[in-house]
């Protein structure tokens, strides 16, 4: 009734203050499902009140986005809503009443984003995505969309030959966090801002800012091949593996890194020679960050200028291509790095590189670029991750070793080793012969 205004209510309230209560309860005990229904549609019943009336049917509209009646009670909802069909939210409703049986009740209540949705009428809430290649654009997404299905609308907009091995990930405060396929996505995001809410305590009359923003981007790397599929080279392989090569987490030859240098420049200016003479100042973005002082600046100007003459007439994409073509090569192709401090392996270095890829989870030594070893996600028994550690067991548990590591992207480490084996996994029991077993 506070909703709707026909229960005073005197202090100002944060937008989505009463659609929690409303519905949080309901969420965490089933039969408080028909009940918050049956409240609703009273209210709307002989309501002659324009604006409370209206404030309802918004009460209706994100109840049908977050779960379904029962049985019982479904066929009265329907047919309360076909006998207002003349209403602009009755069908509209009818259509989230399906797609909320179809896919099953939310977990939390509604996002900030769908509650002001609603006030200001409008009906389709629209998202924006962001890229690796600098391109955002924006897709419409539902209150029961789940992350599995945003991504599918994504890359098939993009023309992207499969979605298998991308991901949707939530950028917040200080953190970057893959969704769950499984999850309903404004499930996740509403998670996400509420315990970043509970881990920072706010300051007095201070809103934390909780802003986010969606990126999709290749998570595992499987079956990533380079020129397999042109659009997911060109927007996400080059542009999501040129950072991690710049900052030298790879071991190459020098010959390769002027190649390198001389296509990264080609992707930047295609054919055009006139900023040769600047080179010199743009050596970051073309050569490996420990490798730049190992020559003098004009030295690396002639040995990129001998080798971009050599690709003469190559396009953007063809050096793009080019490019990830050579680093495929490498075993440390397609991988996520971390910087950690290892205390448990007296014969490697303190500080290591931890490489997560298809092949496993290998340890680099980050000053010779070395692989010192890969554990295959097969030997892989145990891993825990907590604000400032990641712990991993390779080998049984009674006779398994166990590598301890400070750093604060366990978080991360856990996630990506928990995606990897679970594709594992599941690419494992597709390839079985056909019999029945219970799961």
Not at 44 to 66: A, M, P
Not at 127 to 156: G, M, Q, R, W
Not at 269 to 286: A, G
């Amino acid at each position: 009734m506070k909703y709707m205004g026909d229960y005073p209510s005197k202090r100002s309230r944060s937008v989505n203050e009463l659609t929690d209560q409303i519905f949080e309860g309901a969420l965490k005990a089933e039969p408080l499902k028909d009940e918050i229904y049956c409240q609703i549609i009273k209210q709307l019943t002989d309501n002659h009140v324009k604006y409370s009336e209206e404030k309802g049917w918004e009460l209706l509209w994100l109840c049908t986005g977050l779960f379904p009646p029962s049985n019982m009670l479904l066929p009265h909802i329907q047919r309360f809503l076909q006998s207002k069909k003349h209403h602009p939210l009755s069908g509209d409703c009818m259509q989230r009443l399906h797609k909320a049986l179809r896919n099953g009740s939310r977990k939390y209540p509604p996002h900030l984003v769908e509650v002001e949705a609603i006030q200001h009428k409008t009906t389709q809430i629209f998202h924006k995505v962001y890229f690796p290649d600098d391109t955002d654009e924006a897709f419409e997404v539902e209150s029961s969309t789940k992350a599995k299905d945003f991504c599918l609308n994504i890359s098939t907009r993009l023309l992207l030959k499969s979605p298998e091995g991308f991901s949707l990930f939530v950028k917040i405060s200080d953190k970057v966090i893959s969704v769950p396929e499984g999850d309903f996505f404004f499930d996740f995001v509403r998670h996400l801002t509420d315990w970043i809410k509970k881990s920072r305590p706010a300051k007095e009359g201070i809103v934390p800012s909780l802003t986010y923003q969606v990126f999709f981007m290749k998570k595992l790397w499987t079956i990533t091949v380079p020129g397999k599929d042109s659009f997911a080279d060109s927007i996400f392989h080059y542009y999501q593996e040129l950072p991690k090569y710049l900052r030298g987490y790879h071991k190459c030859s020098r010959e390769e890194v002027f190649q390198l240098a001389a296509l990264i420049y080609r992707v930047k200016f295609e054919d055009d020679k006139s900023h040769f003479p600047t080179i010199p100042k743009m050596l970051r973005e073309l050569v490996p960050q420990d490798l730049i002082r190992q020559m003098s600046p004009d030295d690396w100007k002639r040995s990129v200028v001998a080798y971009f003459n050599k690709q003469a007439g190559k396009s953007r994409e063809e050096a793009k291509l080019m490019f990830l073509k050579i680093i495929f090569k490498w075993p440390s192709f397609g991988s996520a790095f971390f910087e950690v401090k290892q205390t448990t392996e007296p014969n490697f270095p303190e500080i290591l590189l931890i490489a997560i890829n298809k092949h496993g989870v290998s340890l680099i030594d980050p000053k010779t670029k070395d692989i010192l070893t890969t554990h295959p996600f097969t030997k892989i028994s145990n891993w825990s991750s907590g604000n400032t550690y990641f712990h991993i067991t390779i080998g049984n548990l009674v006779r398994g070793s166990k590598l301890l590591c400070e750093t604060s992207l366990g978080y991360k480490m856990d996630d990506l080793l928990t995606s990897y084996i679970s594709q594992m996994l599941t690419t494992m029991n597709r390839q079985r012969p056909g019999r029945g077993h219970s799961k």
